[in-house]
T-cell receptor, first 113, second 118 residues
Framework: GENVEQHPSTLSVQEGDSAVIKCTYS??????FPWYKQELGKGPQLIID?????GEKKDQRIAVTLNKTAKHFSLHITETQPEDSAVYFC????????????FGTGTRLTIIP | DAGVIQSPRHEVTEMGQEVTLRCKPI?????LFWYRQTMMRGLELLIY????????DSGMPEDRFSAKMPNASFSTLKIQPSEPRDSAVYFC????????????????FGPGTRLLVL
């Protein structure tokens, strides 16, 4: 089955700087890669996703890049703000016959004011 | 717009007791997922339903766990008997999937049920 690795496990950045979180996946047939943000005491919420026919996607301060050859994808947050502090999860899915979301282990992002 | 609703939000029980977690998916969604989140194992999919039918229950840890979806607006996850190692946060999520490829659509998570088994 799919295996997703996520790095780093914790990340602290100064407010206004950029944050990058990286994930690798094992199943070359995977074709859907969402990113979720989880705030304390809440369920994960989708913030951005990318499908395998696209190499990059942006939504305001958030962007995701995908390298299918290397089987890795990254989340980029620019101009970070205190409200970006949360745990971020990457996930992968889409293999025919195994269409579950497999999540990474999460990155705890702390924005330092 | 009501999101995914889960109850109870917190549950404390003693080992051996039966625990029932409840979920109401977003109206109109036809796929429902049950996840378990722990520090050690992260976020794990337990089971998912499509059009009220269980599609994949390979993540259900053992026979003590069972899940049902009697109709499109309600699902339960039951643990009987409960054990301390079942302590975790249990999330329900739903999505709209017209083609049967549930995981390719956005999953909307509920707030979770925090379960503590003493």
């Amino acid at each position: 089955g799919e295996n997703v690795e996520q790095h780093p496990s914790t990340l602290s950045v100064q407010e206004g700087d950029s944050a990058v979180i990286k994930c690798t996946y094992s199943d070359s047939a995977s074709n859907y890669f969402p990113w979720y943000k989880q705030e304390l005491g809440k369920g994960p919420q989708l913030i951005i996703d990318i499908r395998s026919n696209v190499g990059e996607k942006k939504d305001q301060r958030i962007a995701v890049t995908l390298n299918k050859t290397a089987k890795h994808f990254s989340l980029h947050i620019t101009e970070t703000q205190p409200e970006d502090s949360a745990v971020y999860f990457c996930a992968a899915s889409g293999t025919f016959g195994n269409e579950k979301l497999t999540f990474g282990t999460g990155t705890r992002l702390t924005i330092i004011p | 717009d009501a999101g995914v609703i889960q109850s109870p939000r917190h549950e404390v029980t003693e080992m051996g007791q039966e625990v029932t977690l409840r979920c109401k998916p977003i109206s109109g969604h036809n796929s429902l997922f049950w996840y378990r989140q722990t520090m050690m194992r992260g976020l794990e999919l337990l089971i998912y339903f499509n059009n009220n039918v269980p599609i994949d229950d390979s993540g259900m840890p053992e026979d003590r766990f069972s899940a049902k979806m009697p109709n499109a607006s309600f699902s339960t996850l039951k643990i009987q008997p409960s054990e301390p190692r079942d302590s975790a946060v249990y999330f329900c999520a739903s999505s709209l999937d017209p083609f049967g490829r549930a995981s390719l659509q956005t999953q909307y998570f509920g707030p979770g049920t925090r379960l503590l088994v003493l």
